[in-house]
């Protein structure tokens, strides 16, 4: 299974939503760099390797709310999911003080193969699952670190992003998140709309409406708190969509 680019859970839940976790692991193929990217272990524990408890969140979130969900199965440091194929940052080089051996010297041939066998995959299994509702919606779950090397603290429990191409359900969910008293930033800790990203290409590109969602990845790294979160989110979640009358 070293080439796996991706797993589902529950293809056929009957919700409209899709929960996607486009970090959901740290893992590298044996193929690449001989399954290392040349980096600490302690790095490859960090933000920088994955969203650290974001997949058991979309999980337990999925279950919850009889979605179907999709997973990457390969760090965001071998090729990054979340990205388009022309983005500068697919490959990165240096993230958050680190520097990444194995990327240093990838070329055109060796970012193609990872584009083939492992981006490529991960994004015909997202854009099969969400072809199966024809009222789908798409929920993507992502984590953020507590505090970036050298940078201030970061105050948000939860992040809410979303694209100024649609504001359907992104403010209403800051909103919501707001009122159950949770510290929330509004497209915060980063810009909601990315070209090409996993919510621009199946989501934007669709009409689909879809929510992204940050958690700070302290209250998720271990399986009680994303547990606990996912039962949190779920019904507010449910209510923003069936509030927006969608």
């Not at 194929?85 to 193969?113: C, F, H, Q, S």
């Not at 919510?199 to 708190?225: F, M, S, T, Y």
């Amino acid at each position: 299974m070293t080439d796996r680019a991706f797993w589902t859970e529950g293809e056929d839940r009957p919700s409209r939503w899709l929960v996607t976790c486009d970090h959901a692991t740290n893992r590298v193929p044996d193929w690449v760099g001989g399954g290392t990217l040349g980096i600490a272990a302690a790095d490859m524990a960090r933000h920088i390797a994955y969203d650290v408890g974001a997949a058991g969140l979309a999980s337990a979130l999925a279950r919850l709310m009889a979605a179907p969900a999709v997973f990457s199965d390969f760090s965001r440091l071998v090729i990054d999911p979340n990205r388009g194929e022309d983005d500068p940052t697919l490959l990165m080089r240096l993230y958050d003080g680190t520097v990444i051996p194995a990327n240093k010297a990838a070329d055109a041939a060796e970012r193609a193969r990872r584009l083939d066998r492992l981006h490529r995959p991960y994004h015909r299994a997202l854009a099969g699952l969400a072809g199966r509702h024809e009222a789908r919606c798409i929920c993507a779950i992502h984590s953020f670190t507590p505090q970036l090397r050298g940078r201030p603290p970061r105050p948000w429990q939860v992040g809410i992003l979303y694209s100024h191409k649609d504001a359907r359900l992104g403010p209403a969910m800051v909103a919501a998140c707001r009122d159950e008293g949770w510290i929330t930033g509004e497209n915060q800790p980063y810009d909601g709309h990315l070209d090409g990203d996993s919510i621009d290409r199946h989501a934007l590109a669709h009409g689909r409406p879809n929510l992204l969602i940050e958690v700070r990845n302290d209250l998720i790294a271990a399986p009680e708190g994303q547990e606990a979160w996912a039962a949190r989110l779920a019904p507010v979640i449910s209510r923003v969509l069936e509030d927006a009358r969608l």
